[in-house]
């Protein structure tokens, strides 16, 4: 596992671009899945300044985590509008080429068949970026979730629908009490996973996903199942991790990390 420890949010933010844009420079076609949080807003406006840097994405297709059950595309606490918001209307990426489970499908049952047909037509999604929640989640694949799961209907916890209070203006009631998310199977089967979490109520969740042992009541730490796994952390997120003075020789003296330096040098900055 790769594990970059990186002084402040902002320098986190720009390495995980700077996996998704090099992605991107060597594979125009690329499949892309992509998340949602506040985590996620500084990454993407580094891809939309790429893009208009004239980088194309024209040719990528993107995939969604997850949606929240009930609420409308267009509804502005909806993980479409987010994506619109943040990165699809500021780039040339075509709307026909962006999956994300439709949270008011007439059929909830047919919404999720449809999803995970469509996964399984394009084949593996070459970089999965995650966020991670308070509670271990990723996507939002409360605990305990199997490590067998696909895409699928489910209950968010108390905690989960608290930590989103601020997107529903505060109020409880109006967060959604259910979401479509991709299972731990689906997200395992990307090439790349892309984990990016910031700020100290993560650290203790990212201790358990990286450091901790797999159980189905952390559904992160299903991670260490995969081959090519990168965390991305500031120091904040890192403080509970046990083994840090090793993951940064281990950054130091890795190659392809060193090419995303790089790479944030040539055309980031
Ligand atoms: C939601 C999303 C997750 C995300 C999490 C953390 O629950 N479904 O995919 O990782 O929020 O969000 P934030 O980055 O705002 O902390």
């Not at 902002?10 to 090099?22: K, N």
């Not at 696909?150 to 608290?162: G, I, Q």
């Not at 559904?219 to 993951?247: F, G, K, R």
Request: aromatic share 8%; glycine share 6%; charged share 25%.
């Amino acid at each position: 596992m790769n594990v970059v420890i990186l002084d402040r949010a902002e320098r986190a933010e720009e390495f995980a671009a700077a996996i998704l844009l090099s992605q991107i420079r060597n594979e125009p076609f690329s499949k892309l899945g992509l998340a949602t949080g506040r985590t996620m807003e500084g990454i993407y406006s580094h891809l939309v300044q790429a893009n208009r840097d004239g980088l194309d994405f024209s040719q990528l297709l993107t995939f969604n985590l997850d949606e929240y059950v009930d609420l409308s595309p267009i509804d502005v606490c909806s993980y479409r509008y987010y994506m619109n918001e943040y990165l699809f209307d500021e780039t040339n990426i075509e709307p026909e080429n962006t999956f994300i489970p439709r949270g008011n499908p007439i059929s909830l049952q047919q919404e999720v068949q449809e999803f995970r047909n469509k996964l399984r037509e394009v084949g593996s999604i070459d970089v999965q970026l995650l966020g991670i929640g308070e509670n271990g989640h990723i996507g939002f694949n409360e605990p305990p979730s199997l490590f067998g799961s696909e895409t699928r209907v489910v209950t968010l916890s108390d905690e989960t629908r608290m930590q989103n209070l601020d997107a529903f203006g505060g109020v409880l009631e109006d967060v959604p009490k259910r979401a479509i998310t991709m299972g731990i199977k689906t997200i395992l089967e990307a090439k790349k996973l892309v984990l990016v979490a910031t700020g100290r109520h993560k650290s203790q969740a990212v201790h358990d996903a990286v450091e901790g042992p797999l159980r189905a009541s952390l559904p992160a730490s299903a991670i260490q199942l995969h081959h090519d796994v990168w965390v991305i952390l500031d120091e904040a997120a890192a403080q509970d991790l046990n083994l840090t003075a090793y993951y940064r020789s281990h950054t130091k003296n890795n190659q392809l990390a060193e090419e995303y330096r790089t790479f944030i040098t040539k055309y980031m900055r």
